[in-house]
């Protein structure tokens, strides 16, 4: 993978070439970012960026003979044969290591098992996460972890000299899933060999052994830029611009959330959101009965979408009441027509400690329903939550 193919993300792109270019490199990175960032293409972009043939430029003769100063390319060629292995996910120099599960009964799983099922991934939901690759490889409810034997498999491959480039590279996605099993790489990672790189892809570093982290140079990866994410759902997806400009403000820079809303980019969240607060809200129990019935019928991740919907205009509500004049005239520009008109009726009915409130127990809607909890009953009480905090200005404890 290239930088360019990284969607956004410049000034950390820029960071990291600069990093090679002035030898500043720590023999062990931490990319941190959240879902959806693109913190994994990250890392494979700069693992190929090290291990191509075209990115250092020869030294040519200056003034005098005087020689000019070395200097690098911002990104990897993509044509020379390491780069077209690297892309492939085939480079000898370039390993991997990511939470699988057993394949064999009775056989230590190690992530090699797993190389044609992860190349095959990473071609096709490169933006993807834990779950995403878990389900991939068939792991339904197994829970997926690097274990022991991954480890004294990683130590066995670094410990061998490199192929063909000057690095050898690990790329660990999710050392998360290490656990203690992770103190059996703290030796390789404090003294490793020479020209040997650790590239850990994390998501959150509360979860990542202490030991491991401070022998890590911090690289964070943020939110993408709504612009990129919007240019990505166009160029891409082959988006409507005026949609892609929607998601992209609902998406809060994930773009693995970003594509999931292009798939229900169709659904008439907006007028199924009116009807069921205008039925909350004047207690009409027929009326919140049938669009109870409708939500339950949409399914998990549509209900999910739905609620991300509502979450996204109870911010702009938020942001509207609490940015300046020109913040304000700013985000109204981003905004369409019917946002702006829902989130100027909330701010008429709500204070912004109510909108937090509502927030909240939508989150903890979403997070009950990714474990599966009965629709039907989780939006009739979520409806008796929203009028109890709305029409009586109780705020139910989080």
Not at 228 to 248: D, H, M, Y
Request: aromatic share 8%.
């Amino acid at each position: 993978m290239l930088f360019k193919d990284v969607i956004g993300q410049e000034d950390v792109k820029q960071r990291l070439v600069e990093m090679v270019e002035h030898n500043r490199l720590s023999h062990a990175l931490l990319f941190l970012g959240k879902e959806g960032t693109g913190a994994l293409p990250m890392a494979l972009a700069f693992a190929q960026y090290l291990t191509c043939q075209q990115t250092t430029i020869p030294d040519e003769g200056g003034l005098f003979g005087a020689p000019e100063p070395r200097r690098r390319p911002s990104d990897s060629c993509g044509a020379c044969p390491s780069c077209i292995k690297a892309e492939q996910l085939a480079h000898p120099d370039i390993h991997f290591s990511y939470p699988v599960i057993t394949k064999k009964s009775g056989t230590p799983p190690i992530s090699t098992d797993y190389a044609a099922e992860w190349r095959e991934f990473m071609k096709t939901y490169p933006y993807g996460n834990t779950y995403d690759w878990l389900q991939f490889i068939g792991a339904e409810n197994k829970q997926g972890n690097i274990t022991a034997q991954e480890c004294n498999d990683i130590i066995r491959k670094l410990n061998l000299k490199s192929f063909e480039s000057g690095y050898k590279i690990l790329v660990m996605w999710m050392p998360e899933y290490l656990g203690k099993e992770g103190n059996k790489l703290l030796k390789l990672i404090e003294e490793p060999p020479a020209n040997t790189l650790f590239i850990l892809v994390a998501e959150s570093e509360s979860e990542i052994l202490s030991t491991i982290l401070s022998r890590c140079q911090l690289v964070k990866i943020p939110a993408i830029e709504a612009a990129a994410v919007e240019e990505a759902l166009v160029s891409r997806s082959n988006c409507e611009p005026e949609t892609a400009k929607k998601i992209a403000n609902i998406s809060e820079g994930n773009y693995r959330e970003a594509l999931h809303l292009v798939q229900h980019a169709d659904d008439d969240f907006h007028g199924l959101l009116r009807e069921w607060l205008n039925a909350t809200l004047k207690n009409q129990p027929i009326a919140q009965v049938k669009v109870i019935d409708d939500l339950s019928r949409l399914g998990r991740e549509k209900q999910k979408q739905f609620l991300r919907y509502f979450t996204h205009l109870l911010e702009l509500a938020i942001r509207m009441c609490v940015l300046n004049e020109e913040g304000r005239a700013a985000l109204l520009y981003a905004m369409s027509e019917g946002e702006q008109d829902f989130a100027q009726r909330l701010n008429k009915i709500c204070s912004i400690e109510q909108l937090e409130v509502i927030a909240t127990e939508l989150d903890k809607a979403s997070y009950y329903i990714e474990r599966n909890a009965n629709g039907r009953i989780l939006f009739h009480a979520l409806t008796i939550k929203i009028f109890y905090i709305v029409r009586s200005n109780v705020l139910i404890s989080p």
